[in-house]
């Protein structure tokens, strides 16, 4: 009943920027905790970047001073803006969100996830 769908990802050149976008829709009372994650061919999925209130923030090392979360509650609505992208940026990007339904139940959902391929 809930659907977290990213878009954003694409093709793109070393040092060149993309903002990803992950929108929820369904029975959402309330979003707590959002975050984006990555995973590289032959790698494990790792956080990139996340934020409770869109206030507190936190940031993989690697990327920290070149993304931005952020997020339009308004909107239900989580952004990933990357800048100053590198070669090793290259993954699946997927959105989680941890959102409080009608029901009261707690719940984790991931977005099916958006390749973003940073290359000359």
């Known amino acids: 009943q809930v659907q977290l769908v990213e878009s954003g990802g694409g093709l793109v050149q070393p040092g060149g920027s993309l903002r990803l976008s992950c929108a929820a829709s369904g029975s959402i009372f309330s979003i707590d905790a959002v975050g984006w994650y990555r995973q590289a061919p032959g790698k494990e999925r790792e956080l990139v970047a996340g934020?409770?209130?869109?206030?507190?923030?936190n940031y993989a090392d690697d990327v920290k001073g070149r993304f931005t979360i952020s997020r339009d509650n308004a909107k239900n609505t989580v952004y990933l803006q990357m800048n100053s992208l590198k070669p090793e940026d290259t993954a699946v990007y997927y959105c989680?969100?941890?959102?409080?339904?009608?029901?009261?139940?707690?719940?984790?959902?991931w977005g099916q996830g958006t390749q973003v391929t940073v290359s000359s």
């Open positions: 934020t409770t209130s869109g206030v507190t923030t």
């Open positions: 989680n969100a941890d959102i409080l339904g009608y029901s009261g139940v707690h719940f984790s959902y």
